[in-house]
């Protein structure tokens, strides 16, 4: 039985996402393109629509780590799917069991809700990490490569003639 549990975020935890946030940031060498602000987090993860949702992993009603998730869809399947955008759990805390208690708890959420699937994207230098969903039994994708329009590339191109 897992020491930790899992909750829907609120909005009054959006100061403690976002430490979360830069906390993965810093883990992840990009502390710097941290852009977001708490009034950020509050309007889009509790705002009206909010497309994208939290949970909050806690120990002795103490917060040890975060989940940001969205549903994507799957015209394959003609179902939703859930992503999971950042799982995050403090340093003190990984080993113990709190991951696996997020991604159960997403996994349980997916199935709830009729999801086809549950994915997610990892650093190809997270070695610890890809381990650790390797022995979940989830698979990489090879035959995939993720793209991104951001910043000034999304701007240009959304305003260009092309």
Same mark, same amino acid.
């Given at each position: 039985m897992s020491d930790f549990t899992i909750r829907t975020a609120h909005k009054k935890d959006s100061s403690q996402i976002l430490k979360f946030i830069t906390e993965l940031a810093i883990?992840? *060498?990009a502390e710097n393109e941290v852009e977001a602000s708490v009034e950020d987090i509050e309007r889009t993860l509790f705002g009206d629509p #909010?497309?994208?949702h939290s949970i909050l992993c806690e120990k002795d009603g103490q917060p040890v780590g975060f989940a940001v998730y969205f549903y994507n869809y799957s015209t394959w399947q003609g *179902?939703? $799917?859930l %992503?999971?955008?950042d799982l995050y759990i403090t340093p003190d805390h990984r080993g113990a069991g #709190? $991951?696996?208690?997020? +991604? *159960? %708890?997403l996994a349980q959420h997916a199935i709830n809700n009729n999801c086809g699937r549950f994915e997610w994207s990892v650093l190809d230098?997270?070695?610890p990490a890809i381990d650790f969903y390797e022995s979940l039994g989830a698979v990489a994708k090879s035959?995939?490569?993720?793209y991104r329009l951001? $910043?000034? #590339? +999304?701007t240009h191109f959304a305003n260009s003639q092309r």
């Amino acid at each position: 039985m897992s020491d930790f549990t899992i909750r829907t975020a609120h909005k009054k935890d959006s100061s403690q996402i976002l430490k979360f946030i830069t906390e993965l940031a810093i883990f992840e *060498k990009a502390e710097n393109e941290v852009e977001a602000s708490v009034e950020d987090i509050e309007r889009t993860l509790f705002g009206d629509p #909010a497309t994208s949702h939290s949970i909050l992993c806690e120990k002795d009603g103490q917060p040890v780590g975060f989940a940001v998730y969205f549903y994507n869809y799957s015209t394959w399947q003609g *179902k939703n $799917g859930l %992503y999971l955008e950042d799982l995050y759990i403090t340093p003190d805390h990984r080993g113990a069991g #709190a $991951g696996t208690a997020v +991604l *159960k %708890y997403l996994a349980q959420h997916a199935i709830n809700n009729n999801c086809g699937r549950f994915e997610w994207s990892v650093l190809d230098w997270n070695q610890p990490a890809i381990d650790f969903y390797e022995s979940l039994g989830a698979v990489a994708k090879s035959e995939w490569l993720g793209y991104r329009l951001s $910043g000034d #590339a +999304l701007t240009h191109f959304a305003n260009s003639q092309r």
